[in-house]
């Protein structure tokens, strides 16, 4: 905590400083004295022991930012050692949480558990997190909470940390906000059009919504998997576009896929609330893209633009940028 120092010892102090010395005597508790001898900058004259004299303040500085460093250094290795105390608990608590027989794919369920699976699972991470954020922004509130942690996880990333977000998080101010922050510790972001699935994978362990219960999680620590998967999210990062973290418009590109989502999920007969759950976009920002598709296409409604586009792709499969 970093001390304040109260107007009554501001005054004590500049006697103290003018006349060298402050005459030793029994002190409240609430005397400004009293905060400097808290604060080290008073001690006993070593030649007279009746009064206080002042200490260099730059000196007692530099002691105590030394102390608090070392027992910031132990409080680490303290952290880092916490997991392994805890295994046994752990090992336990998984065997009932997970499927019967756990194994190297395990169920979870609630997400209270998920959410303890996953801090436990990063607090130990060094070498790599990839992140796949399907939903559009994340709540102001979350990033808040988790940002000293990403930040210290991407510090600690060897091979970095990267995370893919869908382009509506080109507008928002909390995200972007969260980007800048975190790149200044070398995480690297882009957006991707494509319908991509929610995907954390820290080291050699991916974390997965079963299906579509976000109430159930999916913890992989299967070699072959994990490589799957991390080769899929390489591929959907090298189609993604870098994210600077400053306010703009989702690329022409990128418009492009999300529109031919949209018409994918409104011919697989998806409502326009599923639609903006899917996309990770507002009400209004899929009705306006709807609008417009209908309007670039001269369609009256739905089942008209539907039929047309089957006129012009007999498999059934919409191009992919409309």
Known sequence: MIPTISPEARRWWDIAVKDGSLPREELKADDGRAELLELGVLRVSVDDATVW?????????????????????????????????????????????????????????????ISEEVAAIVATAHRRLLTQQPDGPRPASVL??????????????????????????????????????MREHGAQFRTEGAFIDRLIIVDDVAIYPMMSDNNRAVICRDPATVHMLVCAFDRDWERGIPLSGELSDPPADEVGRIR???????????SAKQACSRLGLGYRTVNRYWAQILTDYGAQSDAQLAWMLRDRSPDGNVPLSL
């Open 53 to 113: 004299v002042p200490v260099d303040p730059d000196a007692v500085a530099a002691r105590r930012a030394a102390q608090a460093q070392r027992e910031a250094a132990a409080m680490l290795t303290r952290s880092a050692e916490l997991p392994r105390a805890y295994r046994q608990l752990a090992d336990v608590y998984r065997a009932v949480q997970g499927e019967p027989g756990g194994g190297p794919i395990r169920h979870v369920r609630l997400k209270e558990a």
């Open 144 to 181: 808040a909470s988790v940002i000293a942690q990403d930040m210290a996880l991407a510090d600690r990333a060897v091979e970095g940390a990267r995370t893919m977000y869908h382009p509506s998080a080109r507008s928002d101010p909390a995200t972007l906000e969260y980007v800048r922050q």
């Open 260 to 270: 031919a989502e949209l018409v994918r999920m409104k011919i697989m007969g998806l």
